[in-house]
């Protein structure tokens, strides 16, 4: 029992100094940024439109201020769902159903559901009080809602059935499942890679051809003589949501397409917007993607591995208030 209570508080230290270190590194940007607010409109004078250089500026505080209480909230509740004793509460009542990896993967989505739920309030107030003041929000209350309810059933059509995977598979698979596992999260992170932009996106933006122009001509001449082979140029109502803007390419061979907020169209011209996509075929040609999904996938190779051993140790289990057994709970509390 003490050596559990001892894993408790080494987590809850854990859990503290990881906030520390958000709060620090929070602290010593809005440093830099205030020591550079004057600074920088003097020494471009002229190129410079001050009062937008002043909002940038005060934008960045304010999200940065807001982004240090979503900080400190999010890591108070993680401490009181793990420590307060709701999870087991939770686990026993969905243990009462089955334990089956139907019912065990309900569990595991609908803590994921109730720590959403809890964090809604603070997405709410960035999108509808932060970006509002600051004349970034476009979105309406239904949009919003319909985003996050677009989203759940996503989740429940797409994720749940993952998870139930997930947990089936170290009923066969034996001491090797957690490399059977990791395989079966490539598997779908690739094919999501290829379908997302083609069934997904669509459910939340609209996309329509670049119409046909000079800006048109310029992308995709540009896309030739960098040999980044893009069949089409979207352009994204992002306009919908906020005055943000952005640039992206998607989708693998035949289906990559570069994508154009409405916003960044009408904010930039055109030789600017050929540098930002520029920029964005850079990431391709450099290599980005594959290196990134590489990297990503030896990182979840060895959080699986980490996980396989975890799920051996009673201590893991007791010092979350959990009786071992179940690995469901592993996959719990390590994710």
């Known amino acids: ?25 929070s602290w010593l940007n809005r440093r830099h940024v205030l020591a550079h607010a004057e600074i920088i409109p003097s020494a471009f004078q002229g190129f410079i439109d001050k009062p937008v250089y002043d909002k940038s500026i005060a934008y960045t505080l304010a999200k940065q201020r807001f982004g240090n209480i979503e900080d400190i909230y999010a890591s108070i509740l993680l401490i009181i769902v793990l420590f307060s004793g709701v999870l087991p509460w939770i686990f026993g009542f969905f243990a009462d159903v089955g334990k089956s990896a139907w019912v065990m993967g309900a569990f595991l989505f609908a803590t994921g559901l109730g720590l959403s739920v809890l964090s809604l309030p603070l997405d709410w107030i960035s999108q509808f009080r932060l970006e509002q003041r600051f004349g970034f929000n476009t979105t309406t209350q239904r949009t919003w ?3 996050r309810l677009k989203a759940l059933l996503l989740s429940l059509a797409l994720g749940y059935p993952v998870l139930v995977l997930l947990l089936k598979v170290p009923t066969w698979a034996g001491a090797w499942w957690w490399l059977w596992d990791w395989g079966a999260v490539m598997a779908v992170q690739l094919i999501m890679s290829v379908l997302a932009p083609i069934l997904i996106l669509p459910l ?22 960098t040999q980044f082979g893009a069949k ?16 992206f390419f998607t989708g693998f061979g035949r ?3 570069i994508v154009l907020f409405d916003t960044l169209v009408e904010q930039l011209s055109e030789p600017e917007l050929e540098a930002v996509v520029a920029h964005e075929i850079g990431h391709y040609r450099k290599g980005h993607i594959p290196k990134m999904l590489i990297s990503s996938a030896a990182g979840l190779l060895a959080g699986f591995y980490v996980l396989a051993m975890l799920a051996k140790q009673d201590w893991f289990y007791r010092a979350f208030g959990f009786e071992p057994g179940n690995i469901t709970l592993a996959f719990l509390l390590f994710g």
Request: charged share 20%; net charge positive; no cysteine.
């Open 145 to 147: 809602w319909l985003d």
């Open 1 to 25: 029992m003490y050596f559990e209570t001892t894993v408790a508080w080494i987590v809850i230290a854990l859990i503290l100094a990881r906030l520390a270190v958000q709060l620090w590194l």
């Open 232 to 247: 089409s140029i979207q352009l994204m109502d992002g306009s919908k949501r906020s005055r943000h803007s952005n640039a």
């Open 255 to 257: 289906f990559r397409k």
């Open 204 to 225: 939340f933006n609209k996309l329509t051809p670049l119409p046909a122009g000079s800006l048109q001509n310029k992308l995709l001449d540009l896309a030739r003589r």
